[in-house]
């Protein structure tokens, strides 16, 4: 459970530094690289969100999950840096043209995740099963939503 939530912390930090860069007209990454950071964050995050379910059907503790849920969260604040203009092509990705056009309705389907994520990591916090247990189907809805709109099958 550490090793995958130093990955996830080590990802978002690394995506939110290429956001950043490309935000902020600095380096210019190929598409490739940020095909890849946003690919490996998408496999933490479901590496996070099967522990996590392990924990919701034993009704276990929750609380060590706190961190986990964090992690979410700023990944869910990286994810629209992730998908610049002309990230489209490259190698596998899955990322489905709404991304671009529809720019308003994908940052708003990462701020939903977010806001799970949040709520998510307040229930661990205050070891709420039950609350955890709900707000964990809601981070995942929040995943399925925009997986179903904004990503190939």
Same mark, same amino acid.
């Given at each position: 459970? /550490?090793?995958?939530?130093?990955?996830?912390?080590?990802?978002?930090?690394?995506?939110?530094? +290429?956001?950043?860069?490309?935000?902020?007209?600095?380096?210019?990454?190929?598409?490739?690289? +940020?095909?890849?950071?946003?690919?490996?964050?998408?496999?933490?995050?479901?590496?996070?969100?099967?522990?996590?379910?392990?924990?919701?059907?034993?009704?276990?503790?929750?609380? #060590?999950?706190?961190?986990?849920?964090?992690?979410?969260?700023?990944?869910? /604040?990286?994810?629209?840096?992730?998908? #610049?203009?002309? @990230?489209? /092509?490259?190698?596998?990705?899955?990322?489905? #043209?709404?991304?671009? @056009?529809?720019?308003?309705? +994908?940052?708003?389907?990462?701020?939903?995740?977010?806001?799970?994520?949040?709520?998510?990591?307040?229930?661990?916090?205050?070891?709420?099963? #039950?609350?955890?247990?709900?707000?964990?189907?809601?981070?995942?809805?929040?995943?399925?939503?925009?997986? /179903?709109?904004?990503? @190939?099958?």
């Amino acid at each position: 459970m /550490r090793h995958v939530l130093l990955c996830a912390a080590c990802l978002t930090i690394g995506a939110a530094g +290429f956001a950043m860069a490309q935000g902020a007209g600095g380096i210019s990454a190929p598409p490739d690289a +940020f095909i890849a950071a946003r690919q490996a964050g998408m496999d933490l995050q479901f590496a996070l969100m099967g522990d996590m379910k392990r924990a919701v059907d034993a009704k276990a503790d929750v609380k #060590p999950f706190k961190n986990a849920a964090d992690a979410i969260l700023a990944w869910s /604040r990286a994810i629209p840096g992730l998908f #610049p203009a002309g @990230s489209d /092509r490259g190698h596998d990705t899955k990322a489905l #043209p709404g991304i671009w @056009s529809d720019r308003a309705g +994908f940052v708003k389907a990462a701020a939903t995740l977010g806001e799970a994520a949040a709520t998510l990591g307040k229930a661990a916090s205050a070891g709420d099963q #039950p609350g955890f247990a709900a707000a964990y189907q809601a981070t995942g809805q929040a995943c399925n939503d925009c997986h /179903r709109t904004y990503r @190939s099958r």
